[in-house]
Each structure stands twice: as C-alpha cells, then as structure tokens.
C-alpha cells in the first residue's frame, strides 16, 4: 500500500509510537533501518513495515512512503529509509547469570548493556521500574540488534532479589569496601548496577551478598554505568 499523506491516520499513529505512553498504551515500538529491522524479523515480531524503495518485499504488511512521511515518523537526524512496527518482546523466566540494573537513566548506557550482556553470556536483565524505557529509540540503535537476542524484564527489583533463588549470589559495587570479583565463589550471580549519578540505591545494596570494585588509576574517579557492566559481567563471564 502507498501512502503520500502526512496528515493519513496511519502516519499519525506511527508518529505517537515516537512517546513512551503510546508505546505502552499499544505494546508496539518502532525500529528504523535495514539491520535493525532485518534482527527485528529474524525475531518474528514485526507487525508492519513502513519503507522508502517500492522494489522491496517483505512477508508482512508494508507500507510504501514518500520521505516527508518518514522525516515526520523517523527519530533520526537523518531519517531512516525503513522502519518495522514491533510487538514488545515477552519476557521469560530467569536462567544463568542475570544483570539488574537500579534506576538506569541514559539509553546510550542501556544500550550498551544489552550489547555487553549478550556479548558476555548474561542470559536477563532485569530493569527497575523507574528506569529508561527499553523502548526508547537511542536504547534499540545503541544495542546494535542485541536487544532481539536477551530477556529484558521490568519489575520491582526489591521483589524481584528479595524472591531470587537462593542459587544465585547478588554482587554490586562498592569503591571502599569492596573486593576484587576473582575473590568471590559463585555458582549464579546476580549482577546489580546502580544509576549513573547516584550508584545502587542503600536499600537495594542491602539485598546483595558481596561487593566488589574495579581496580584502576587513582587519576580516574568513577566508571560510566555502562562502561562499569561490561568489565564485571566480563569478569564474570571468565571465572
């Protein structure tokens, strides 16, 4: 189908998908440009395809655009030349090691997360519910497709560690009291990664077993969030 209209319901709908009430109103999110939406269908949750070049076919409903319909859709400085409609991905039950990450803010961080978790074996994140939407445009483009290849689950991480099996070791940093990650035994782990201003919350290290810190420079104060993940969970991953 070919649409040349901005002003078309479809467009307008697409456009809402663009904020975070719309996209849990709906449960869709939008993905833009060709690898992203190739990971997308390999994952089979596309709904949609919204597309510039009429010479391409998909075995989903698509819609043909001119470029001012996708400048209007497209949350790129430079528009995507095509964008999947998505179902939110379902959650599943926790397997292996898990990352848990208390009130994230920056989706570039997230991104890269989901990225490093997929990298390092983690099989779930568990994402508080006060942090960056998963849905978050930023968040799918800095994951480079890893987020179609994790199980992300948003809950109250109070309840979520105060229930985790007792297999499991709940790990976070501490910078003063902390021990080196190659000291600690574990079977599972439970990594917990705090916000990027304010570290993990007392309450939440309050739930944890062990802390541990990142050797470095004394010249370099503190580690990004996401920078922090990727070297534990890589700790972790080579135990």
Same mark, same amino acid.
């Given at each position: ?11 307008? /709908? ?15 999110? #939008? ?9 997308? #269908? ?14 391409? +076919?998909?075995?989903?409903?698509? @819609? ?24 939110? #991905?379902?959650?599943?039950? +926790?397997?292996?090691?898990? #990352? ?48 179609? @290849? ?17 297999? @499991? ?16 035994? /574990? ?25 541990? @810190? ?26």
């Amino acid at each position: 189908m070919e649409l040349t209209s901005i002003n078309n319901e479809r467009v307008k /709908f697409w456009q809402k998908l663009n904020q975070k009430k719309y996209r849990d109103i709906e449960k869709l999110f #939008l993905v833009e440009d060709e690898h992203l939406v190739t990971e997308a #269908l390999k994952k089979g949750i596309v709904k949609e395809i919204i597309a510039l070049n009429k010479e391409e +076919v998909y075995d989903v409903p698509t @819609y043909y655009v001119t470029d001012k319909i996708m400048n209007v859709i497209s949350s790129q400085v430079t528009s995507a030349k095509i964008i999947a409609v998505c179902e939110e #991905l379902e959650e599943r039950e +926790v397997n292996g090691n898990i #990352l848990v990450l208390d009130k994230l803010q920056d989706p570039g961080n997230l991104g890269t997360i989901i990225r490093s978790a997929v990298a390092f074996n983690f099989d779930s994140i568990i994402l508080s519910n006060d942090s960056v939407d998963l849905y978050n445009p930023k968040v799918i483009r800095a994951s480079e497709g890893m987020i179609f @290849y994790i199980n992300v689950i948003r809950t109250n991480i109070i309840d979520f560690l105060d229930n985790l099996d007792s297999e @499991y070791t709940k790990i976070t940093t501490d910078v003063v009291n902390g021990k080196n990650i190659k000291e600690i035994k /574990f079977n599972k782990c439970a990594l917990v990664i705090g916000n990027e201003g304010n570290g993990v919350s007392n309450e939440v290290k309050g739930k944890c077993d062990e802390k541990v @810190y990142i050797k470095m420079n004394d010249n370099c104060e503190s580690l990004n969030a996401g920078v922090s993940a990727s070297i534990l969970m890589y700790e972790v991953n080579h135990e």
